[in-house]
């Protein structure tokens, strides 16, 4: 089993930066891929970014140049920088881990951003 717990939700203005964070635990070794995904109300889930074990980052089109992605192998630990938010961004954002490259997805409980003045 892996936990997953995340931070760094909150409420920002337009143009705003926040950084998430999520942190993993449980019985593994490393940790092939780490990612963030979000949810908007009425929405379906979106993939946000992904990050492997190398550091090989993936990106949203929207959010390239914006958001990055950044994890620390030795806490289990995954980021999410975001900057230049902007209000229809607001969603709930969740953190996946994936623990090697054939294994299930495992989810964080969610973190609320809210972009709004």
């Known amino acids: 089993q892996v936990q997953l717990v995340e931070s760094g939700g909150g409420l920002v203005q337009p143009g705003g930066s926040l950084r998430l964070s999520c942190a993993a635990s449980g019985r593994f070794y490393s940790i092939y891929l780490m990612g963030w995904y979000r949810q908007a109300p009425g929405k379906q889930r979106e993939l946000v970014a992904t990050i492997s074990s190398g550091g090989s980052a993936n990106y949203v089109d929207s959010v390239k140049g914006r958001f990055t992605i950044s994890r620390d192998n030795a806490r289990n630990t995954v980021y999410l920088q975001m900057n230049s938010l902007k209000p229809d961004e607001t969603a709930v954002y969740y953190c996946?881990?994936?623990?090697?490259?054939?294994?299930?997805?495992?989810w964080g409980q969610g973190t609320q951003v809210t972009v709004s003045s």
């Open positions: 996946t881990v994936r623990i090697t490259v054939a294994s299930s997805d495992y």
